[in-house]
Nanobody
Framework: EVQVVESGGGLVQAGGSLRLSCAAS????????IGWFRQAPGKEREGVSC????????HDADFVKGRFTIYSDSAKNTVYLRINRLKPEDTAVYYC???????????????????WGQGTQVTVSS
């Protein structure tokens, strides 16, 4: 069974950093496209970053602006999202999702993703 479990969220002061983890089971991160999404209170879910399984190409939302880095560790079967210079507007539940295709590219259309984790809360205080 394909599953992903997020961890690494927490309460952080503005300007700080976090590394979110997406641990995969039932598949390897070398098999499928992985994406990170977030949903803030009262707002729609939005795509953050994704990584393809072929070639490891990435795609980021415009608001990322170099503060977020997505990367994959095959040995740990985990995809990470590093967030630097956190802002209060980054406060959200962050979700990891799996698009069950093998591809050399990815996009942030959540409707194309097949499996979702339960999310991890990130709260940034000002």
């Amino acid at each position: 069974e394909v599953q992903v479990v997020e961890s690494g969220g927490g309460l952080v002061q503005a300007g700080g950093s976090l590394r979110l983890s997406c641990a995969a089971s039932g598949f390897t991160v070398d098999d499928y496209v992985i994406g990170w999404f977030r949903q803030a209170p009262g707002k729609e879910r939005e795509g953050v970053s994704c990584i393809s399984n072929i070639g490891g190409s990435t795609h980021d939302a415009d608001f990322v602006k170099g503060r977020f880095t997505i990367y994959s560790d095959s040995a740990k079967n985990t995809v990470y999202l590093r967030i630097n210079r956190l802002k209060p507007e980054d406060t959200a539940v962050y979700y990891c999702a799996v698009e069950a295709i093998s591809s050399d590219r990815c996009d942030l259309n959540g409707n194309e993703y097949d499996y979702w984790g339960q999310g991890t809360q990130v709260t940034v205080s000002s």
